[in-house]
């Protein structure tokens, strides 16, 4: 259906006419809500809009928006989505993918995007488990998680995607959680506004295979102890009453403060020229410390796209050269 | 060398040599990596393109960039042939080889023609030279070099004489010793100096002092040459009569890519390429980011995956997406080849393929990647395969690659070689007006505001419509799960799916009834066919032709379209008693031929990393031809 191009669009019009097919109970669910909200809100036209997805349960993602969608293979959502962008710089371009397709198979991939701040905004929705695959361990499953691939424990070390992205020069790197509608709302958002490559981390449950995962720093009784939002400006507070901090010590070795210690709460500066804060907060120990939500980076460098596509309209303004000047380019001789 | 010796009377003869007439010489030039072959070749045949004789060469060297200096791994080597007369190959045998050293000299000396000319740089004929090439006794003291016409000259010795006055240092002015071999060669060839003294001017235009120095010792070589009496004949090769036009020396990865461009132009529509480097395909990605004026967009990727990828992302936003490689990376592209065809998208794979399995010998050539890209793919997936056959002809190819893919909207594998990707030949240019149209139309929203359907078809070529994202009215959703037909949704229905694989094989099968009839080499009937597809080309023409002038039933036949097969090539072949069909590979084409026609193709097999022999054809044919006609 054409739509008429002035009209703000509603959430509801980001709804595909396809059947939502995750297991009930997914924290996809709550995702898809989010972003078709933030999307209506941003004011995004359906037309301009292009969704591209790996493989897995977050991948379905396209196929129930009604956007331009491209579902594509296992780990190369960023590559064909770095294609379509340095192709048609205009279009805004979202690559869905999960711990699994954007850490595992897709790693090299991810990094890459990331060095190169291609103008993509990425949703990597973190489940620490592989779901489509029913339930084997991820590349950000705890050591000692049993699943069905590791019976005795998987004795892999998981990596921080969060950590992942800065070590990869990352421009935009934040996280959120699937049930914090509003916080992960504002992320969207906060990642649309950026213009290189923006990543989100999600954390998502998944209720079949890992249900629970991030419960005991979600959960409504612990979360305010157990979760420090990240705010620009402003120091690293959490706990119910604020009564507690984030300090650095000289090792950049992070502790807790509280009481008279409070005032040495570090004050977030996600614009900072070293990622020295950020990395130190996405590497803390989940076990000891409260786990960050929010914006860990934000620099502003030149899109990879815009850069692409400078050097071709400068080679185009200075050199105009007809096809047959092309091919009879060079030493040419005549033969009567 | 063939030809006439005829002496010159005037005045003075006893100092003039005598001047002989040929019809066709065959040189190669070989010496350690780091001694400049390529460039000496590359200058010789440019040169020579210039002079109007038909020309066809063949680049072989290492796959490491330098190997260790003076040993047998490290041989580089360059063979021309140039001639007064059509010729189709660099030749078998050469008539004169330069030998650098003694590596390059127990390398080569066992191709060299009996009675050839033999020039040695005798400057590195030291003991340690010699053991690093394994030799036990200095061939030049025993008989290791009788039959041949040997020629030493220091040049080690004579390049740094002349050099005297050059700012270089000495290991400058020793590189120079090639352009002092290439001087000996152009005085006994009668070439013309001048090209290589412009293109050595430009090559180094900011180093004024390696100009100097290299065309010093050129002109030291060819002043040597003439004044002393080591050579009694020098020897010239009159201009080819070529059909008339504009020709350019080109070679295949350079024509390739002009191809490429040149349909992009045709249709309207800018090249996006995603690569990996890989030898011997990085020339592509080379040449093709040099085209940012005619709108082309390079990217090199993290990988080949990656380079697949973004060309495929590249199509579905409405550019031509390709992607260059050879065998191994053809291999890791093999899921997003899949993905192409599912999502039914324009996609053009060049694989400029080398010797395999694995890495295999990366600068060596062989054809053997033909049933990867037929069938190397998961599923029933079938897809377009093309391959070109000389340097000149990868234009049209490359050109005929984009022409399929918009018009089918499916991806196509283009098959080159290492032998057509660094060889060179003359190439008559297009008449660029007379290329032939390719026209691309993009989906736009039925104006019924009907819900946009990613697979409605076009009714003859089966094609879907391909919609730009950024078209108002046209959202869509497509992937790699299998589709309905029409709308495009996921589907798992049993007929759909058996309808759908069936639908992608038609769409592949349709491209055979736009091809335009096989022109044979020869009568449409009679003993034997050779059929040939690929760089095996010009080697089965110069054995087909010199059958036929001997009398024999023997015809030619070359494919470039190899899925679909060309709908005449049945009746071709069923015209003869038999069909032979010379591949570098273990008979990969003539599989395919006989499951499919159930004809009894005889195959002739070559996997050494090394192009056919004309003469190995022929002799191959006589053998057939000899029980055939029993």
Request: hydrophobic share 40%; net charge negative.
């Amino acid at each position: 259906m054409t739509r008429v191009d002035q009209v703000k669009l509603t959430k509801k019009d980001f709804k595909s006419d396809q059947d939502v097919r995750w297991c009930p109970g997914c924290g996809d669910y709550s995702i898809l809500n989010s972003v078709q909200a933030a999307f209506a809100d941003l004011g995004k036209k359906l037309h301009e809009t292009v969704i591209i997805s790996g493989i897995g349960c977050s991948s379905r993602f396209p196929y129930y928006m009604e956007t331009y969608g491209f579902h594509t293979i296992h780990g190369r959502a960023p590559s064909v989505a770095t294609g379509v962008k340095l192709s048609n710089p205009d279009l805004d371009v979202w690559v869905i993918t999960g711990d699994g397709d954007a850490m595992s198979i897709g790693g090299n991939h991810f990094i890459h995007t990331m060095r190169r701040n291609v103008g993509l905004k990425v949703l990597l929705f973190n489940n620490r488990i592989y779901g489509l695959t029913k339930g084997q361990y991820s590349p950000t499953s705890p050591t000692g998680k049993v699943t069905k691939s590791t019976p005795m424990g998987s004795v892999d070390h998981p990596f921080s995607p969060i950590a992942l992205a800065l070590g990869a020069g990352g421009t935009f790197v934040a996280r959120s959680v699937d049930m914090l509608a509003s916080h992960l709302q504002s992320m969207v958002k906060r990642a649309d506004s950026h213009a290189g490559t923006a990543v989100v981390e999600v954390y998502q449950n998944c209720n079949i295979f890992n249900d629970g995962a991030y419960k005991h720093f979600t959960d409504k009784t612990v979360r305010s102890d157990r979760m420090i939002e990240l705010r620009h400006g402003e120091p690293l507070l959490f706990g119910k009453e604020t009564q507690k901090g984030i300090a650095f010590d000289q090792n950049f070795q992070p502790y807790i403060v509280e009481g008279d210690g409070l005032s040495d709460a570090f004050v977030w500066d996600e614009a900072a020229e070293s990622p020295a804060p950020a990395m130190a907060l996405a590497t803390m120990d989940e076990a000891i410390f409260p786990v960050p939500i929010g914006v860990f980076r934000r620099q502003e460098k030149v899109n990879y796209e815009q850069a692409v596509n400078l050097q071709v309209e400068h080679a185009k303004g200075v050199r105009q050269e007809s096809l047959r000047d092309l091919l009879y380019a060079g030493e040419t001789w005549r033969v009567e | 060398m063939t030809g006439t010796e005829t002496r010159d009377g005037s005045e003075g003869a006893a100092s003039e040599p005598a001047i002989q007439q040929l019809d066709q010489v065959v040189i190669r030039f070989a010496g350690d990596s780091g001694d400049g072959m390529q460039l000496t070749g590359d200058q010789f045949t440019r040169t020579t393109a210039l002079m109007g004789n038909d020309i066809a060469t063949f680049p072989d060297f290492p796959a490491e960039i330098r190997a260790p200096a003076g040993t047998i791994p490290g041989v580089s080597a360059f063979q021309l042939r140039f001639s007064s007369f059509d010729i189709h190959t660099p030749g078998d045998a050469p008539d004169v080889l330069v030998a650098m050293n003694p590596a390059a000299l127990k390398v080569h000396l066992p191709h060299l023609k009996k009675d050839g000319v033999l020039l040695l740089n005798s400057a590195s004929f030291r003991s340690l030279d010699l053991k690093k090439a394994k030799y036990d006794v200095d061939p030049r003291t025993d008989e290791t070099l009788d039959g041949y016409r040997v020629i030493e000259v220091d040049l080690a010795k004579r390049t740094k004489e002349a050099l005297a006055n050059s700012a270089l240092d000495n290991r400058g002015k020793d590189r120079c010793k090639n352009m002092y071999a290439l001087g000996i060669l152009y005085w006994l060839f009668h070439r013309d100096v001048e090209p290589t003294e412009k293109a050595i001017a430009q090559k180094f235009a900011k180093r004024p002092e390696v100009v100097e120095a290299n065309l010093t010792a050129m002109r030291a070589g060819h002043a040597y040459a003439e004044t002393t009496e080591i050579f009694q004949t020098a020897y010239q090769v009159a201009p080819a009569k070529l059909a008339s036009g504009t020709y350019r020396n080109i070679m295949g990865n350079q024509a390739l890519c002009l191809g490429l461009v040149a349909a992009s132009k045709q249709c309207g529509v800018p090249l996006f390429l995603g690569s990996y480097p890989i030898t011997p395909a990085s020339d592509i990605l080379h040449q093709l980011s040099g085209y940012k004026h005619h709108g082309v967009v390079t990217f090199q990727a993290e990988d080949e995956i990656a380079a697949v990828c973004a060309a495929i992302g590249a199509s579905y936003a409405g550019q031509i997406g390709l992607t260059s490689t050879s065998g191994p990376g053809v291999a890791l592209k093999t899921e997003a080849m899949g993905l192409a065809i599912m999502a039914e998208l324009p996609l053009v794979v060049l694989n400029v393929q080398r010797a395999g399995p694995s890495t295999g010998m990366p600068t060596k050539t062989q054809q053997a990647d033909l049933l990867q890209a037929m069938y190397g793919r998961n599923g029933e997936s079938p897809m377009v395969v093309i391959a070109c056959s000389t340097p000149a002809d990868a234009f049209e190819v490359g050109y005929e690659a984009i022409r399929i893919a918009t018009k089918y909207m499916v991806p196509v594998m283009l098959l080159s070689d290492g032998y057509i990707a660094n060889g060179s030949e003359p190439w008559r240019l297009p008449d660029v007006e007379r290329l032939p149209p390719i026209e691309v139309s993009y989906a736009s929203p039925d104006e019924s505001g009907a819900k946009y359907a990613p697979y409605k078809r076009h009714p003859e070529t089966l094609a879907r419509p391909w919609a730009k994202p950024g078209t108002l009215g046209l959202v869509h959703r497509i992937g790699g799960l299998e589709k309905q037909d029409v709308t495009g949704d996921i589907s798992y229905d049993p007929a759909n799916h058996q309808h759908m694989v069936d639908t992608r094989a038609q769409k592949v099968a349709n491209v055979a009834d736009d091809l335009p009839a096989l022109q044979p080499i020869g009568e449409r009937s009679g003993d034997v066919l050779v059929l040939g597809w690929g760089s095996p080309r010009g080697a089965i023409t110069a054995a087909v032709t010199r059958l036929q002038s001997d009398g024999h039933k023997v015809s030619a036949a070359f494919l470039r379209h190899l899925n679909p097969l060309p709908n005449d090539l049945e009746a071709l072949m069923r015209g003869f008693k038999q069909v032979v069909l010379p591949e570098l590979n273990k008979g990969q084409l003539a599989m395919v031929l006989r499951a499919k026609y159930l004809i009894d193709v005889r195959s002739l097999s070559q996997v050494n990393g090394q192009p056919f022999q004309s003469q190995v054809i022929e002799d191959f044919v006589r053998s057939v031809l000899k029980e055939v006609c029993e």
